[in-house]
């Protein structure tokens, strides 16, 4: 439902015509060639919106197009260029064409990029005066506008970092919880790359992210969690997603939060959540050990939804308000 990937396609407007026309005046028997030049046509402009928030901002508008400029008129009158189209996208929004090369990143707060340059306005038959021809019948025609599709990419940092072995069911969770679809797989490293997701809660929006799952020895390189662990640095909180069907389930846990510290103490100084996964299936055992172990756990299911709204909310309250968006246009 919330989107942080969009395709729109941009088109700007086609340059007024030039005009032939010749002055006729009373009692000016030869009058001159006045045939006035079009108006440029309208360019589509992307501008970043502090207030834009995800790219559902933008609405549901797919393209976007701008005007196209007046024809040229007599009494060398130029016609109206056409207005051009300010789209506004939320800072930070990366822009690709349809091969995936970036051709702007939208960052700073007003900051513009033209998308589809708005075509030129034609000549009208005054410009073709010379001393052979005294009354030219030539005119160009308005530049054609420019249209393309454009792939716009919004990379939000997340405010929750999923940890947990290969098959933990990080990404089922995800799935479960936020507007993300990553893969999921009966296999270990389903995920290759963060995932990122947007969750609500109460009217706000956090982002969680993803990652694929760490191994023993993680963090001196091993697997793929060496290079991700970076990604979840910069969150301000954890959640550790452990598979409660294993006998081992709390080992798992204490496991995980070595590789952390290995990695960089900082790491599992941040607060947590743990969710005890899988608990469509008989998960009692790996609970009590935890509880024995002082450690608070929600048992959720993301096969079938259990725990995942309490889960929501404790992940909530970890996330500080001013990362919160709000939803909607509407409501600002
Ligand atoms: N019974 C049950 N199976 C689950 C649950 N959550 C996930 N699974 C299954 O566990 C397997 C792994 O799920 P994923 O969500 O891909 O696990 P992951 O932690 O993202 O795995 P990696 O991306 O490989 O690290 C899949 O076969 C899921 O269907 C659950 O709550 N209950
Ligand atoms: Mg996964």
């Known amino acids: 439902m919330f989107l942080d990937e969009k395709t729109i396609e941009v088109r700007s407007g086609k340059g007024g015509n030039g005009?032939?026309?010749?002055?006729?005046?009373?009692?000016?028997?030869?009058?001159?060639?006045?045939?006035?030049?079009?108006?440029?046509?309208?360019?589509?402009?992307?501008?970043?919106?502090?207030?834009?928030t995800t790219l559902l901002d933008m609405g549901n508008l797919h393209t976007y197009k701008a005007e196209s400029g007046k024809d040229g008129g007599a009494s060398r009158c130029t016609g109206a260029s056409a207005e051009d189209l300010i789209?506004?996208?939320p800072c930070g929004t990366l822009i690709?064409?349809?091969?995936?090369?970036?051709?702007?990143?939208?960052?700073?707060?007003?900051?513009?990029?033209?998308?589809?340059?708005?075509?030129?306005?034609?000549?009208?038959?005054?410009?073709?005066?010379?001393?052979?021809?005294?009354?030219?019948?030539?005119?160009?025609?308005?530049?054609?506008?420019?249209?393309?599709?454009?792939?716009?990419?919004?990379?939000?940092?997340?405010?929750?970092?999923?940890?947990?072995?290969?098959?933990?069911?990080?990404?089922?969770?995800?799935?479960?919880?936020s507007s993300a679809r990553p893969k999921v797989g009966d296999y270990p490293f389903t995920t290759l790359e963060p995932v990122l997701g947007i969750v609500s809660y109460a009217e706000?929006?956090?982002?969680?992210?993803?990652?694929?799952?760490?191994?023993?020895g993680a963090s001196e390189g091993k697997g793929l969690g060496h290079e991700f662990l970076k990604h979840i640095e910069r969150t301000?909180?954890?959640?550790?997603?452990?598979?409660?069907?294993?006998a081992d389930a709390y080992k798992k846990f204490q496991s995980l939060r070595r590789e952390l510290k290995n990695f960089h103490p900082k790491l599992i100084e941040k607060p947590y959540v743990i969710a005890l996964n899988k608990a469509d299936l008989d998960i009692e055992k790996a609970a009590k050990i935890f509880k024995t172990k002082k450690e608070k756990i929600i048992c959720t299911s993301a096969l079938n939804g259990k725990g995942t709204k309490e889960l929501v909310k404790a992940l909530d309250a970890l996330v500080p308000n001013k990362h919160k968006r709000k939803i909607g246009w509407e409501s600002k």
């Open 236 to 246: 301000n909180a954890l959640l550790f997603v452990i598979d409660g069907f294993e």
């Open 96 to 177: 690709k064409d349809a091969e995936g090369r970036i051709l702007a990143d939208l960052t700073e707060p007003g900051q513009r990029w033209i998308a589809a340059k708005g075509g030129k306005g034609g000549l009208g038959n005054t410009h073709f005066v010379s001393a052979v021809i005294q009354g030219p019948e030539k005119t160009t025609r308005g530049g054609n506008g420019e249209k393309r599709e454009l792939f716009l990419e919004l990379k939000l940092v997340a405010d929750i970092g999923l940890v947990g072995f290969p098959n933990a069911g990080k990404s089922s969770l995800v799935n479960k919880i």
């Open 204 to 216: 706000r929006t956090f982002v969680v992210a993803d990652i694929p799952g760490l191994i023993e």
């Open 19 to 52: 005009l032939c026309s010749f002055r006729r005046e009373k009692y000016v028997p030869l009058g001159g060639p006045d045939g006035g030049d079009g108006g440029k046509g309208g360019s589509v402009i992307l501008r970043a919106n502090e207030q834009y």
């Open 87 to 89: 789209v506004d996208v």
